[in-house]
């Protein structure tokens, strides 16, 4: 039995999906019966609890052979001590590239604080960390952004679009995942996730554009100005839809090396051209 935390989201569904068609019994950790409808109609034991909730997950534990937590990475350190009371030593963890970030941030000191929590905690623990993860329509990324290409004539970019970028494809990582938890010489070991090559902002906005065959004014806007912008956007709200932070680190350069994860699990992820293009056809 595998129990998936983060089961609903994005990545998780796409999981369950691959995991309940290969066979496998799966046990999902769901936090309201609104969520039900992105996991399969059968085939996937539910148990309701959130990570608010520590009895609930203990509960969901309960013979359960493997963990595969694609909620975030900073829940180890409560899940670690719930899976040794219960005896389960197998445990994926998703982590994330945002670690590598330049600028210092919460989200990216909670990633490294989860992985350290992990390779102290004695469980045959695998660390997967991928990059921006695209694919379906409810990834948090390349849906905005397309639908953005879409209908705008002039498309404003943060600073000059020469900042590298490498997302990911949900399918891909899937794969990756299932992979790992198949095969036990994973344990102990971490892998970045990324798509083959990096490529700059710019280009991924004319891959998009040109499969919309769209031809939107792509107008640099100078990074300062923007992350000036957005300082001046948080002081007039109190719940800014972004951040000075996030503008900043938007301009860093994102590129991975994935040589481990192809040289150890055949990681073998597909172009940024054919995953879109999969995404805008509705293949996923």
């Known amino acids: 039995m595998i129990l998936v935390t983060g089961a609903t989201g994005h990545t998780g569904s796409y999981l369950v999906r ?6 496998s019994q799966v046990r999902c950790l769901v936090r309201t019966q609104e969520h039900d409808r992105y996991l399969p109609q059968s085939g996937v034991e539910i148990v309701r609890g959130d990570f608010d909730n520590p009895e609930t997950i203990r509960a969901s534990l309960d013979h359960a052979d ?28 998703m982590s994330s590239t945002r670690r590598y970030t330049r600028y210092p941030c919460i989200s990216a000191t909670e990633v490294i604080e989860g992985e350290a929590a992990l390779r102290k905690s004695g469980l045959d623990y ?7 993860i695209y694919g379906g329509p409810r990834d948090n990324n390349m849906t905005k952004l397309v ?17 590298l970028i490498q997302p990911v ?4 990582l899937v794969e990756a995942m299932i ?24 280009q991924c906005l004319d891959i998009i554009a040109r499969q919309l065959d769209k031809k939107p004014l792509f107008l640099p806007v100078p990074l300062g100005l923007c992350i000036f912008a957005a300082k001046v956007y948080e002081k007039m709200t109190n719940k800014p839809r972004i951040t000075a932070e996030q503008v900043q680190r938007f301009g860093e350069d994102k590129a991975f090396d ?3 994860a192809q040289k150890e699990i055949g990681f073998n992820p597909r172009s940024f051209e054919e995953g879109i293009r999969m995404k805008l056809a ?3």
């Open 282 to 284: 509705g293949e996923v």
């Open 147 to 163: 639908a953005q290409v879409k209908t705008r004539r002039i498309f404003p970019l943060f600073g000059s679009g020469k900042n």
């Open 126 to 132: 695998t660390i997967l960390r991928p990059s921006m």
């Open 169 to 172: 494809f949900v399918l891909d």
């Open 66 to 93: 493997a963990l595969v937590n694609v909620a975030h990475i900073k829940f180890a350190s409560m899940l670690i001590p719930l899976c040794k009371e219960t005896g389960v030593r197998r445990a994926l963890f």
């Open 18 to 23: 691959h995991l309940v068609e290969r066979g």
């Open 179 to 202: 992979h790992c938890l198949e095969h036990p010489d994973t344990i102990g070991r971490e892998y970045i996730l990324a798509g083959p090559l990096p490529m700059t902002y710019r």
């Open 258 to 260: 994935i040589e481990l």
